[in-house]
């Protein structure tokens, strides 16, 4: 059974560019959360989608958009990229397991800004 | 509303002595808990979950957590740490039923000294 899969898995920007990240879930599950970890800050919660519909929303700038297709694939966008932004985006699928909310994450997506 | 406190931001021990890395977390609802190991520029991988079931629970690698109520911790431990044990590993809280937000720790990061 394929893993979630987040692509590309490195890149480099520039300041002021945008950048487009993917996520593909394991089959069947139709959850599909994101999130950005820094040294600094550690592991920060982005949005999560389910069924197409965002159900909540970490506390990121309008610059951090995403959204969801049918087939439960998920990208996010960052506009306008600041130096900061530069951290490793990490993309999880779940499935309620035993009443449980189980997340399986990508190897994620290392964005460099310059 | 709920909340985790990993009491350690890093833990050092020597190869083949015990490890335990340390837990608390509040909840409103019966939660459910997970701890996840990250490895050097890789995404979480899950090591073991409580799903209101035995209260000790085994995961992988030899890891296992106690879930223990009046305490409200959930410290996950291993008899004899290995060298490919060093990482960083994350205490995760869940809320049963209805929409599950999920809710990470800082991390502990464990060094193993050979």
């Known amino acids: 059974k394929a893993g979630v899969t987040q692509t590309p898995r490195y890149l480099i920007k520039t300041r002021g560019q945008q950048v487009t990240l993917s996520c593909s879930p394991i089959?069947?599950?139709?959850?599909v959360s994101w999130y950005q970890q820094t040294p600094g800050q550690g592991l920060q919660f982005l949005f999560e989608?389910?069924?197409?519909?965002?159900?909540n929303k970490g506390n990121f700038p309008g610059r951090f958009s995403g959204r969801q297709f049918s087939n439960s694939r998920s990208e996010m966008n960052v506009s306008t990229l600041e130096l900061g932004d530069s951290a490793l985006y990490l993309c999880a699928s779940s499935l309620v397991v035993s009443g449980a909310n189980v997340l399986t994450f990508g190897a994620g997506s290392r964005l460099t800004v310059l | 509303a709920q909340s985790v406190t990993q009491l350690d931001s890093h833990v050092s021990v020597s190869e083949g002595t015990p490890v335990l890395l340390r837990c608390n977390y509040s909840?409103?609802?019966?939660?459910?808990l997970f701890w996840y190991v990250q490895h050097p520029n890789k995404g979480l991988q899950l090591l073991l979950k409580?799903?209101?079931?035995?209260?000790l629970v085994k995961g992988i690698n030899g890891f296992e957590a106690e879930f223990k109520k009046s305490e409200t911790s959930f410290h996950l431990t291993k008899p004899s740490a290995h060298m490919s044990d060093a990482a960083e590993y994350f205490c995760v809280v869940s809320a049963a039923g209805g929409y599950q937000k999920v809710t990470f720790g800082t991390g502990t990061k464990l060094q193993v000294i050979p």
């Open positions: 089959s069947g599950h139709r959850s």
């Open positions: 409580y799903t209101s079931a035995a209260t």
């Open positions: 909840s409103s609802y019966s939660p459910s």
């Open positions: 989608y389910f069924s197409e519909t965002q159900r």
